[in-house]
C-alpha cells in the first residue's frame, strides 16, 4: 500500500490498530520512515513505511499481520482528537446524542471503551465543531436581526446592550416578534395573552421569556418572545410595553 504523506499513513494505522483492539508503539518515526511494532513485546507484529523516492510517496515495506497477544478494549490510540473526529460526524446525524449513548456508539462501533471524563470534553468539544463557538455567535446578533427585518418585513427586533469599558457591549436583552406572528394573533386568535418562561441552558446561561395566545383550536400560538439576562419585574414590564406597543401600532396601521 502507498500513501501521498506519513501522516496519511499514521492515521490509517491509527485505525486499524482501535478495530483490531491492539496497541502498538513506534520504534522509528522521523521525516522520511516510521516502523510500529506491537506494544505486547512477545508479539511478532510489525509495520514498516518509509519514503518511494521514485513514485514521491510513502509506501509499506514491511508488514507481520498476525498478532500473538488478546484484543484489549483500552487502547490508548483512541485519543481524545480521535474520538472528536468521530463524534462530529455522528452528531450532525444526531445532534442530540447523549454522553451515555456516545459511550454504547463506541462500544458497539468500533470495540474500545472510552473514559467518561473523556468522553465528555471530547462531546463538549465536538459541539463546538458542529454547532459553533458560542462566544463568537454573540458577536453575531446585529447580523441576525437584521437578517429578520430583511427576511420578514413588519417584524419588529430590539437589542439593548450594556457598555463594557474592556471590550465591546455584552447582550442585555433582545426582543423578537415576527410580522406573522401579528397577523395571526390578531386575525385568528382569542384575546387572551398568556406569559411563560424558562431557562437558557447554555455556557452563558439566562432567561427565555414569551407572550402565548390561543388559536381556534385552543392551540399555543407564540406571539413575541425576549432573551434576556434574568427573569425579573424589569424585565417582564419591558417586554410586555413593546408587546402593547407593537400590537396597538400593527392594529391601527395594518
Known amino acids: 500500500m502507498e500513501f501521498d504523506t506519513l501522516d496519511e499513513f499514521k492515521s490509517a494505522l491509527r485505525e486499524y490498530s482501535i478495530l483490531m483492539g491492539r496497541e502498538f508503539k513506534w520504534k522509528k518515526n522521523d521525516k522520511q520512515r516510521a516502523?510500529?511494532?506491537?506494544?505486547?513485546?512477545?508479539?511478532?507484529?510489525?509495520?514498516?513505511?518509509?519514503?518511494?523516492?521514485?513514485?514521491?510517496?510513502?509506501?509499506?515495506?514491511?508488514?507481520?499481520?498476525?498478532?500473538?497477544?488478546?484484543?484489549e478494549v483500552n487502547n490508548k490510540q483512541a485519543n481524545r482528537q480521535w474520538v472528536v473526529s468521530?463524534?462530529?460526524?455522528?452528531?450532525?446525524?444526531?445532534?442530540?446524542?447523549?454522553?451515555?449513548?456516545?459511550?454504547?456508539?463506541?462500544?458497539q462501533e468500533f470495540g474500545v471503551h472510552i473514559e467518561v471524563t473523556k468522553m465528555w470534553r471530547a462531546m463538549k468539544e465536538a459541539k463546538q465543531l458542529v454547532e459553533g463557538n458560542e462566544?463568537?455567535?454573540?458577536?453575531?446578533?446585529?447580523?441576525?436581526?437584521?437578517?429578520?427585518?430583511?427576511?420578514?418585513?413588519?417584524?419588529?427586533?430590539?437589542?439593548?446592550?450594556?457598555?463594557?469599558?474592556?471590550?465591546?457591549?455584552?447582550l442585555q436583552r433582545l426582543y423578537i416578534c415576527l410580522a406573522g406572528c401579528k397577523k395571526g394573533f390578531v386575525a385568528g386568535c382569542r384575546p387572551f395573552i398568556g406569559l411563560d418562561g424558562c431557562?437558557?441552558?447554555?455556557?452563558?446561561?439566562?432567561?427565555?421569556?414569551?407572550?402565548?395566545?390561543?388559536d381556534g383550536n385552543n392551540h399555543i400560538f407564540v406571539i413575541a418572545y425576549v432573551v434576556v439576562d434574568i427573569e425579573n419585574k424589569d424585565n417582564w414590564?419591558?417586554?410586555?410595553?413593546?408587546?402593547?406597543?407593537?400590537?396597538?401600532?400593527?392594529?391601527?396601521?395594518?
Not at 53 to 70: A, D, G, L, P
Not at 138 to 143: I, N
Not at 237 to 254: A, M, R, S
Open 237 to 254: 414590564k419591558w417586554f410586555l410595553t413593546l408587546l402593547h406597543e407593537d400590537l396597538e401600532d400593527y392594529i391601527q396601521n395594518g
Open 35 to 71: 516502523r510500529a511494532k506491537c506494544k505486547k513485546a512477545f508479539c511478532d507484529w510489525e509495520i514498516y513505511c518509509a519514503k518511494n523516492e521514485v513514485r514521491n510517496s510513502f509506501k509499506i515495506k514491511t508488514f507481520k499481520h498476525n498478532h500473538n497477544c488478546c484484543r
Open 199 to 214: 431557562f437558557l441552558k447554555s455556557a452563558f446561561g439566562g432567561n427565555f421569556l414569551s407572550d402565548v395566545g390561543l
Open 86 to 107: 468521530k463524534l462530529e460526524g455522528k452528531l450532525r446525524m444526531q445532534p442530540t446524542l447523549k454522553c451515555v449513548e456516545a459511550l454504547e456508539y463506541f462500544k
Open 135 to 170: 462566544r463568537k455567535q454573540y458577536a453575531k446578533v446585529f447580523d441576525y436581526a437584521h437578517e429578520l427585518l430583511r427576511s420578514n418585513p413588519g417584524s419588529t427586533v430590539k437589542i439593548n446592550t450594556v457598555p463594557s469599558p474592556e471590550g465591546p457591549p455584552q
